[in-house]
């Protein structure tokens, strides 16, 4: 006489499903995690690039640079847009600082989710930030201090993370 087992696949087929489910479902928190840390990354290399911007509009602007018209100036749109190697409109190192500072805050702005970035003169490099937690850096939390030679890029953004980033 033959005995038969009953059941015994079924039960084998159910768990085979349930760790294969369990193995698929690791896979896509993994591959949610590696695109938020991609999205990161692209932040930080974006915030990289906006800083040699200005640092390089500095360098094209030297007499504005050494009379520190770069150190934290209002902003504004002065006309000046550099071609073959001198402006269209006539504009002093000054206004072409403002001007600089002007369309960078508008690239940082565009360019970063919430982002806020200020040049000037500081002795303590690494502070400033959302003081006051409201998503939004102003530049009354910018912290810089006036203090010493060196000139400072400070980026701000919120990070895809949930987490401030700072470059």
Known sequence: MRSRQTGV???????????LGVGLL??????????RS????????????????????????LAGFEDGDYNNPTASDNGCVWKNGSTTAICT???????????????VARELPNGAGVVCVDS???????????GT????????????STYVVKLWWIDELGIDAES
């Open 9 to 19: 696949t079924l039960i084998e087929v159910l768990v085979a499903a349930l760790v």
């Open 26 to 35: 690791g896979l896509a928190t993994l591959q949610i995690q590696g695109l």
């Open 38 to 61: 991609s999205s990161s990354a692209n932040l930080r290399s974006q915030g990289t690039l906006l800083a040699y911007d200005i640092a390089d509009r500095m360098r094209a602007n």
């Open 93 to 107: 190192p000054q206004q072409l600082a403002a001007h600089d500072v002007w369309e960078w805050t508008a690239s």
């Open 124 to 134: 303590t490099p690494n502070d400033g930030g959302d003081a006051n937690s409201d």
């Open 137 to 148: 850096v102003a530049a009354g939390e910018f912290a810089c201090d006036n203090i010493g």
